[in-house]
């Protein structure tokens, strides 16, 4: 089945700074790559989706980037802030498996002052 | 406002029990999941439905069980069965399969007395 990896397992960077954080798949088929942000005692949040028909994806301080052919995918966080603190996982999916994720381990994203 | 709601937020369970967690969910979606998070991993697939009656096992089904009677609803009993149950669960849907994201709710956190 599929393979996520994901790391670093904990980062931090100063406020203002930018993150970076990388996942790899094992599924040359996956083509639905999304990213959840998940805060203390609450549920992950969907903060950004690519699909495997483009490059690259931007939402304000927010960009996902895919490389199809070395099979991996990158969350980008720029001008971070301390509201970015949490724990970030990346997920893949295949087409006609009921939207099934397989979720990397989690990212542990420290902003501080 | 449209969502997932799990309840309780907290359970306890002794030993020898079985016990239900509840999730609602007002999006009209009609894919449902549930996962399983433990510390340092990422979320394990439980089980999934696809629609009203119909349900199929994830990667780590066993000692649990589900049932679909109502779109609206898709509640998890963790049975005596599994050996280790202490754990976070994660509740999500989904508007239907494919490359559709996931929403969660704010999860149950499970503890053996």
């Known amino acids: 089945g599929e393979n996520v990896e994901q790391h670093p397992s904990t980062l931090s960077v100063q406020e203002g700074d930018s993150a970076v954080i990388k996942c790899t798949y094992s599924?040359?088929?996956?083509?639905?790559f999304p990213w959840y942000k998940q805060e203390l005692g609450k549920g992950p949040q969907l903060i950004i989706d690519?699909?495997?028909?483009?490059g690259e994806k931007k939402d304000q301080r927010i960009a996902v980037t895919l490389n199809k052919t070395a099979k991996h995918f990158s969350l980008h966080i720029t001008e971070t802030q301390p509201e970015d603190s949490a724990v970030y996982f990346c997920?893949?999916?295949?087409?006609?498996?009921?939207?099934?994720?397989?979720f990397g381990t989690g990212t542990r994203l420290q902003v501080t002052l | 406002d449209g969502g997932i709601t799990q309840s309780p937020k907290y359970l306890f369970r002794k030993e020898g029990q079985n016990v239900t967690l509840s999730c609602e969910q007002n999006?009209?979606?009609?894919?449902m999941y549930w996962y399983r998070q433990d510390p340092g991993q990422g979320l394990r697939l439980i089980y999934y439905?696809?629609?009203?009656?119909?349900?199929q096992k994830g990667d780590i089904a066993e000692g649990y069980s589900v049932s679909r009677e109502k779109k609206e609803s898709f509640p998890l009993t963790v049975t005596s069965a599994q050996k280790n149950p202490t754990a976070f669960y994660l509740c999500?849907?989904?508007?239907?399969?494919?490359?559709?994201?996931?929403?969660f709710g704010d999860g149950t956190r499970l503890s053996i007395l």
């Open positions: 999500a849907s989904s508007v239907g399969t494919g490359e559709q994201p996931q929403h």
């Open positions: 439905s696809q629609i009203v009656n119909d349900f």
């Open positions: 690519i699909r495997s028909n483009v």
């Open positions: 999006l009209n979606h009609d894919a």
């Open positions: 997920a893949a999916s295949k087409p006609g498996t009921a939207s099934k994720l397989t």
């Open positions: 599924d040359s088929a996956s083509n639905y």
